[in-house]
């Protein structure tokens, strides 16, 4: 199942009166990048967040966010570290003695110095509230995967009525370049003559026109191509999974088809249709950056 680069995933999970939340937001991107914001005390589990998002996700640029919320009456999240404030006091007292300061330590001196608090939470809490996380965004993916698949098939089924557009006006140009042969070849066999008037014939530049002259006015072999990539562009869409790059680089061998029958073109029906043709393809194109 194909799918879109764009999309948001949200999972949330409410345990021991501690509430998680995950939020993906996904946009297009060549490649997977993986940008990260999460409390600075489950920051040793990033890679591991970013391990999981990597075996479901191939492309795009994801911006994952984990917020946790707890009933804490108002405690604020973060604690005296007991050990700091002792060595930044014996520190200070050191200083007074070097310098011969008599003043007294007051606590405003101590706030001067971050370091004496710390995080209310320890290792033994990452390695609780860990399992909630993941958990919450293994739902988050889930809910990003279907939105994502959804734009997806969204996309496929634009893009599939394009290209049913393409074989349309590609017949056209079949017919309309069947139907100017008789014209074509009173035109090569006009040329012809100019070359042998007067009973003069360099055979070799003779040739050269014939075979010139015979190659403009046959687009069946692109036609040929161009059905083929057409067929294998739908071929490719029911493949689904990551199928972006695949499609971009059909698009781009679709597209010379149709810029050689424009080079071969001694129609204007048939350099209208051309022009069209182009601009579908162009279409394509655009939706084809979206998908994954």
């Known amino acids: ?6 999309g948001l995933g949200l999972g949330e999970v409410q345990k021991d009166g501690t509430v998680v ?26 890679r591991k967040v970013r391990e999981i998002i990597r075996s ?37 007292d050191e200083l007074r003695e070097a310098t011969g300061v008599r003043e007294e330590l007051r606590l405003e001196h101590f706030l001067k110095f971050s370091e004496v608090f710390g995080p209310l939470r320890g290792p033994e809490d990452a390695d609780k509230t860990w399992e909630n996380v993941r958990e919450a965004l293994t739902k988050a993916l889930a809910d990003l995967k279907e939105m994502r698949e959804q734009e997806g098939n969204a996309l496929v089924r634009d893009m599939s009525k394009r290209v ?34 007067n009973g003069e014939i360099n055979e070799e530049r003779l040739n050269t026109e014939i075979v010139l002259m015979a190659d ?17 562009f739908f071929h490719t869409i029911e493949e689904g999974a990551a199928i972006g790059k695949k499609l971009n680089f059909l698009l781009q061998e679709m597209n010379r088809e149709v810029n050689t029958i424009s080079a071969k073109a001694l129609n204007a029906e048939i350099s209208h249709l051309v022009i069209e043709m182009k601009e579908e393809i162009e279409k394509i194109r655009e939706q084809v950056q979206n998908l994954e």
């Open 1 to 6: 199942m194909a799918s879109s680069m764009t």
């Open 21 to 46: 939340v995950v939020e993906l937001k996904s946009v297009n991107n060549r490649f997977l990048e993986v940008s990260c914001r999460m409390p600075s005390f489950l920051s040793r589990y990033e």
């Open 56 to 92: 479901r996700i191939k492309r795009g640029k994801l911006y994952v966010t984990i917020a946790i919320q707890e009933d804490t009456d108002g405690v604020l999240d973060i604690r005296v570290d007991s050990k700091t404030a002792k060595n930044i006091r014996r520190l200070l």
């Open 164 to 197: 049913r557009e393409l074989e349309k006006r590609l017949g056209s140009i079949e017919r309309i370049a069947q139907e100017n042969l008789p014209d074509e070849y009173k035109k090569m066999v006009s040329r012809v003559e100019k070359l042998v008037r």
């Open 216 to 232: 403009k006015m046959d687009v069946t072999e692109e036609c040929v191509r161009l059905r083929s990539h057409n067929q294998l």
